[in-house]
Every structure is written in structure tokens, then in C-alpha cells.
Nanobody, 117 residues
Framework: QVQLVESGGGWVQPGESLILSCVAS????????MNWFRQAPGKEREFLAA????????NYADSVKGRFTISRDNGKNTVYLQMNRLKPEDTAVYYC??????????WGKGTLVTVSA
């Protein structure tokens, strides 16, 4: 059973950067897709970015395109989310999710990012 553990959240000031990590235990298939989502207080969970585990595929929500970058290190079984020029509205719990090629998904427990002066 795959498990996902996010880390790297914390408090930053507006304009600063932060990188989140998601470590996967278990086997991730080459065509499985790793995703980052976030959920702000009182709002629905929002898709941010996706990357296929072993192919050159990435996808971004328009709201973060150009500011956030998703990447992976297969050797470390880790997916990253580099977040630049952070804004107060980026404050949320950030989640990692894997979509398996043959169906099903698993979520991590999330990491909190707070952006304030």
C-alpha cells in the first residue's frame, strides 16, 4: 500500500518562496500521476499541479502557472512543489495525491502553508 507524506510547510512572508516535498512509500508505477492540491479555510480543495511518474508530462492550474513548479526525484520517491512569489491567498493546507494508472487514488495528510506579513 502506497503512503504519501508531505513536508515543508510553514510560515512565510508575502513574496517569499517555499518548497514542499511529498515522499511516497511503496511502488509508484511509471504512468501513475502525482498531484498537488490545496484547501484554504472555507474553500473547496483545489488542483494545483500534476506530473507523471516517469514521463515528460506536467499540468498546472491557471492560478499557479508561472509561480509554482512541480518536479520529481524518482530515486528518492519524492515529488516537489516549488512555490515562488507567495501571496496571502496561497495560505492553505497542501496535499499530495497519487492517481494510479489502473484506477484509485491515495492522499497524503497535508502540510500547512501560511503566508502573512
Amino acid at each position: 500500500q502506497v503512503q504519501l507524506v508531505e513536508s515543508g510547510g510553514g510560515w512565510v512572508q508575502p513574496g517569499e518562496s517555499l518548497i514542499l516535498s511529498c515522499v511516497a512509500s511503496g511502488t509508484i508505477g511509471s504512468r501513475d500521476v502525482m498531484n498537488w492540491f490545496r484547501q484554504a479555510p472555507g474553500k473547496e480543495r483545489e488542483f494545483l499541479a500534476a506530473i507523471r511518474w516517469s514521463e515528460r508530462y506536467t499540468n498546472y492550474a491557471d492560478s499557479v502557472k508561472g509561480r509554482f513548479t512541480i518536479s520529481r526525484d524518482n530515486g528518492k520517491n519524492t515529488v516537489y512543489l516549488q512555490m515562488n512569489r507567495l501571496k496571502p491567498e496561497d495560505t492553505a493546507v497542501y496535499y499530495c495525491k497519487v492517481d494510479f494508472q489502473y484506477g484509485g487514488d491515495i492522499w497524503g495528510k497535508g502540510t500547512l502553508v501560511t503566508v502573512s506579513a
